[in-house]
């Protein structure tokens, strides 16, 4: 079974509008991880967020995690049409070894 | 730096044949892992590694077989293939063996497999 379920499972905006993409989970993590897969490709790590952490930021990115809810949201602000792109929330479970990964939200932006 | 390679990158098969799915990575790096991705389930973990000669199952590992004689190879063997096994194949690897799942992970092109 799968634990993050990401949310919408699909978004289409314009471009330089804001991008919002939520994760929840099922049991304590380690941390939290998203990751962007284009097209055909394989995937590519965007930021990692521990278990003490409540917001971390990177560029355009904008990842908040609220433990108490199990849930995390990725905002990509000012979004171009090379956004377009699926993302992926991945959790590390605390005490194990196998890094979890939800279904995905597909976004696309429209230029 | 190569990082991580996959071969092949496409593959048909017929139903019961057998094949194997190579994995490489340059990085030295002890944690490794293949995935199988399938539309609207995301990555589905299916053998890890924390270093070499130590492999452990995932989520979904029946029907297939991995082992890891040295740190830059993990190949995964399909036993016999049968069409529920179609999907995108990703090998991804990251620092630190035995507490690699929470590291980044870096991950090869996949392998696009068919079994008809």
């Known amino acids: 079974s799968q634990q993050g379920e990401e949310d919408p499972q699909a978004l289409s905006i314009q471009e330089g509008e804001n991008a919002t993409m939520n994760c929840s989970y099922k049991?304590?993590?380690?941390?939290l991880q998203w990751y962007r897969q284009n097209s055909g490709r394989g995937l590519v790590h965007l930021i990692l967020?521990?278990?003490?952490?409540r917001e971390k930021h990177s560029g355009r990115l904008r990842v908040t995690l609220d433990t108490s809810k199990k849930s995390s949201s990725l905002l990509i602000t000012a979004s171009r049409a090379a956004d377009t792109a699926s993302y992926f929330c991945?959790?590390?479970?605390?005490?194990?070894?196998?890094?979890?990964f939800g279904a995905g939200t597909i976004l696309r932006v429209k230029s | 730096n190569a990082g991580v390679t996959q071969t092949p990158k496409f593959q048909v098969l017929k139903t019961g044949q057998s094949m194997t799915l190579q994995c490489a990575q340059d990085?030295?790096?002890?944690?490794m892992s293949w995935y199988r991705q399938d539309p609207g389930m995301g990555l589905r973990l299916i053998h890890y590694?924390?270093?070499?000669?130590?492999?452990d199952q995932g989520e979904v590992p029946n029907g297939y077989n991995v082992s890891r004689s040295t740190t830059e190879d993990f190949p995964l063997r399909l036993l016999s293939a049968a069409p529920s096994q179609t999907s995108v194949y990703f090998c991804?690897?990251?620092?630190?063996?035995?507490?690699?799942?929470?590291?980044?992970?870096?991950f090869g092109p996949g392998t696009r497999l068919t079994v008809t």
């Open positions: 991804a690897s990251s620092y630190s063996g035995e507490r690699g799942a929470r590291y980044e992970q870096y």
């Open positions: 049991t304590s993590i380690n941390n």
């Open positions: 967020i521990r278990s003490n952490e």
């Open positions: 991945a959790t590390a479970p605390f005490g194990g070894n196998k890094l979890v």
């Open positions: 990085m030295n790096h002890e944690y």
């Open positions: 590694s924390v270093g070499a000669g130590i492999t």
